[in-house]
């Protein structure tokens, strides 16, 4: 399913430090939910022609390795990124699943078309992928920003830049997304101007506001703490400003020492800029 809400050029807005970037995925109601409501919709056709039969629908819910799925599916092949890339649709799409009783006839698995080209491992900006179909979780930025729950290591922090959920460098360099499709799914539009808020701007939401806005994002499941580590790190990469220093000091002493560390590590970088 077609996710990507504008094939608007992104580079401008990764290298505007002030500004808050949010992987295209993210920026509006959870896929998971989105998706499973419309499998279970299918089902139900399905069963209206073929009778009552067995079925589970899934969408990144479960242990399923639904990228080599994909491609025995004919659907999608593994790019060098790892991620599941069509001819048609590009990576900007979803996938789901229907586990079913029903007999159904096998479909010949997916050719690999990425060729010689390397362009998601030259652009990636921390160097997790370390050669074509291998990928180091451990310095993904998607990673580090969503799924690792303590302090991002150091060294990692001023590759991360100003992404503060998720990363998408090695799609929008990718030349097959030159076929991508927009998407016609009202759900996946940006909400709560995630796709050009500031980070001092985000960095302002109490985690009632944190809750209320994001409520049916696939963000808030990282929580209040983990979202403002992720954007104290994008604050301690951006332009020094009074702005900027004034919101990290109004959270040095948060009570999570989680945000407090990487609150006065984004400090310590401006005041070595004005120094």
């Not at 539009?189 to 960095?203: H, Q, S, Y």
């Not at 104290?232 to 989680?258: C, D, I, K, M, Q």
Request: one cysteine or more.
């Amino acid at each position: 399913m077609d996710y990507a809400p504008t094939m608007e050029d992104e580079w401008p807005a990764l290298a505007d430090g002030a500004r808050a970037y949010v992987a295209r995925y993210a920026r509006g109601r959870d896929y998971h939910k989105v998706i499973r409501a419309r499998l279970r919709k299918l089902c139900k056709r399905i069963e209206s022609e073929a009778g009552p039969f067995g079925h589970r629908v899934l969408c990144d819910s479960a242990p399923v390795l639904e990228v080599e799925l994909a491609v025995k599916a004919g659907i999608a092949w593994r790019g060098k990124h790892t991620l599941a890339l069509s001819r048609d649709s590009g990576s900007w799409f979803f996938l789901g699943e229907i586990y079913t009783s029903l007999p159904l006839p096998p479909d010949s698995p997916a050719a690999e078309h990425c060729g010689t080209c390397e362009r998601c491992i030259e652009i990636c900006p921390t160097r997790a992928i370390r050669g074509p179909y291998r990928l180091d979780a451990r310095r993904c930025i998607s990673y580090l920003t969503i799924e690792h729950k303590s302090a991002i290591p150091e060294d990692l922090r001023p590759l991360i830049g100003n992404r503060v959920y998720g990363c998408d460098d090695c799609q929008l360099v990718c030349p097959w997304n030159r076929f991508a499709r927009l998407t016609a799914e009202a759900d996946f539009l940006p909400r709560n101007r995630l796709d050009r808020a500031t980070l001092v701007e985000l960095f302002a939401w109490s985690e009632e506001e944190f809750e209320r806005r994001l409520r049916g994002s696939p963000i808030r499941r990282i929580g209040y703490e983990r979202w403002l580590r992720n954007l104290a790190v994008g604050l301690g990469n951006a332009p020094t400003s009074p702005e900027v220093v004034a919101a990290l000091r109004a959270r040095e002493n948060h009570s999570s020492a989680l945000v407090r560390e990487h609150v006065r590590w984004a400090l310590a970088r401006h005041a070595r800029v004005a120094a």
